[in-house]
């Protein structure tokens, strides 16, 4: 069974650019949620794809988005990055109805340095 | 206010010692379920216990422990006879339902820090 997997490992980019995370789900997950974890303090969450669909948000912009395919792996974009964006982003994936309170797995992570 | 305090910001033991964490919530629901996550230098979350709030046991696993309690909201982690491979950042979260969307997820705590030195 493969885990969470996500790339880039690292990722270094300018104030404005726009980026692309990518997040592959454990096999036959099918929610996927994707956190933002600042230096220092815990995982703050982002959104959540459940069905190819942004089933839920938490208190990000919407220069924050995301997409979710049918094979259930998911992308996270960050547009007119900001230097306050530089963190490590996290993925995690779980299977069943997202109002399950279900285990989520996490991904090791994708760290973005924005210069 | 914060959902999950997590008030020891970094705790240093020497092996053999034991160590408790510490982890207070806050919600309204009454059906709400609590995790603990170690996060080891290499950034992944590794997920350690889930309890939901009707399930007051206190659980052991090897040597991890949790000690939960509805009437002081906490969710306290212990671990007996550190050793050097426990050093890691340790995250209590809180999950509940959005009522709006009906989806749940995770609220972390800021994280305590535990150093095991030899």
């Known amino acids: 069974e493969t885990g969470v997997t996500q790339s880039p490992t690292h990722l270094i980019k300018t104030r404005g650019q726009q980026v692309t995370l990518r997040c592959s789900s454990q096999s036959g997950h099918n929610t996927v949620s994707w956190y933002q974890q600042a230096l220092g303090q815990g995982p703050q969450f982002i959104f959540q794809?459940?069905?190819?669909?942004?089933?839920g948000r938490g208190n990000f912009p919407p220069r924050f988005s995301g997409l979710q395919f049918p094979n259930y792996s998911s992308e996270l974009n960050v547009n007119a990055l900001e230097l306050d964006d530089s963190a490590l982003y996290l993925c995690a994936s779980s299977l069943g109805n997202p109002s399950s309170y279900n285990e989520q797995f996490f991904g090791p992570g994708t760290r973005l340095t924005v210069l | 206010a914060q959902k999950v305090t997590q008030a020891q910001t970094e705790i240093s033991v020497v092996e053999k010692e034991d160590v408790t964490l510490d982890c207070v919530y806050e919600t309204r629901d009454t059906t709400y379920y609590l995790f603990w996550y170690k996060q080891p230098p290499s950034g992944e979350l590794v997920f350690l216990i889930r309890?939901?709030?009707?399930?007051?046991q206190n659980e052991i696993s090897g040597r991890y422990s949790w000690n939960f309690q509805k009437s002081t909201s906490s969710f306290n982690f212990t671990i007996t006879a550190s050793q050097v491979v426990d050093s890691a950042v340790y995250f209590c979260a809180l999950s509940e339902k959005n009522f709006g969307s009906g989806y749940s997820t995770l609220t972390f705590g800021k994280g305590t820090m535990l150093l095991v030195s030899p």
């Open positions: 309890r939901n709030s009707f399930d007051e």
């Open positions: 794809y459940y069905r190819e669909e942004e089933n």
